[in-house]
């Protein structure tokens, strides 16, 4: 069995992530697949390594055991997929496709150069709306996607990475927190229809009761770099209300902690989204993108 390492690492996937759904949907394969590659471990082992309870899964004694063992050989597996790449030694261009607010705010500068450190290679990013990053890493235009928007397809294996805030902003000082009919106090630039974000943020105006038509909207941007850049420019005459939007909170961090921006939040309403890491099944042993994925789950930029 130490031969086939892929069933011991949907093992120590199951623990991780305490579910044997999470870990197929983690690992790409079907539900049934996980179930019998842990039950071949146990008749292999002639014991029961795991045992499925409501509120997750537990280890056996003999799992417990078997867990230990397992991390040891996850990690001389990854030191020599290192050595391998060193070896190999293959010159190639990396190439990520990343949605706005990933790709304008969160991995430029530091958090490429350090992925270029890790494989050792070239990085390109690509940045374009969730959609298209899914069919370009469908057509093997890119070779990494990370997106705010999970459109999920059966052929794209799909990693959690991080969670982002969607926060109200402004040039000008808000309250911490906005009852819902303070927001036709304000004027209002938003996002595109097409955006993850205006979708988001619809969704919150129907349970609140509120409509975009019926704010004082004086202009739709189509990306968030274009929206920071506007709000950060508007005009504060005064009398004037101060104009606002919605963006990530990681966009707009070091400009709300510098005092250049302001950010409040819809009172009782937190708008949180999952960022992901996507690529294609026909990938999922490619040692460049494990390297890839293995430092932004650890490293989270």
């Known amino acids: 069995m130490l031969k086939d390492f892929a069933k011991l690492e949907t093992f120590l996937t199951v623990v991780r992530e305490r579910s044997f759904s999470k870990a197929s949907a983690k690992l790409g394969i079907s539900q049934p697949a996980v179930t019998q590659q842990i039950k071949f471990i146990e008749k292999y082992l002639d014991c029961k390594i795991i045992e499925r309870k409501k509120n997750g899964v537990i280890l056996t004694k003999e799992g417990e055991d078997l867990y230990r063992i397992a991390l040891r050989l996850e990690k001389c597996i990854n030191n020599a997929e ?99 009919e303070d927001l036709n106090n304000y004027r209002w630039i938003c996002r595109d229809e097409a955006s993850h974000t205006r979708r988001m943020v619809k969704e919150v105006f129907e349970e609140i009761g509120t409509e975009c038509k019926n704010l004082d909207v004086l202009y739709e941007v189509d990306s968030s770099a274009t929206l920071k850049a506007a709000i950060l420019k508007a005009e504060t005459n005064e009398g004037e209300p101060p104009v606002v939007s919605f963006i990530s909170h990681v966009a707009i961090a070091d400009e709300v902690e510098n005092g250049q921006l302001y950010e409040s939040r819809i009172r009782g309403y937190r708008i949180k989204r999952k960022l992901y890491i996507a690529y294609s099944k026909d990938r999922k042993h490619d040692a460049f993108i494990e390297n890839v994925v293995n430092f932004l789950q650890q490293n989270k930029c």
């Open 82 to 180: 290192r050595d391998l790449i060193k070896i190999i030694n293959k010159e190639i261009t990396f190439r990520i496709g990343a949605s706005f607010t990933i790709g304008n705010f969160i991995i430029p500068g530091k958090c490429l150069n350090n992925i270029k450190n890790v494989i050792h290679n070239d990085v390109q990013i690509k940045v374009e709306v969730s959609e298209q990053v899914i069919d370009d890493i469908l057509t093997k235009q890119i070779d990494l996607g990370l997106i705010e928007s999970p459109i999920f397809k059966d052929d794209v294996i799909y990693r959690e990475w991080l969670e982002d805030e969607l926060v109200i902003f402004s040039n000008q000082p808000l309250p911490k927190t906005l009852k819902p």
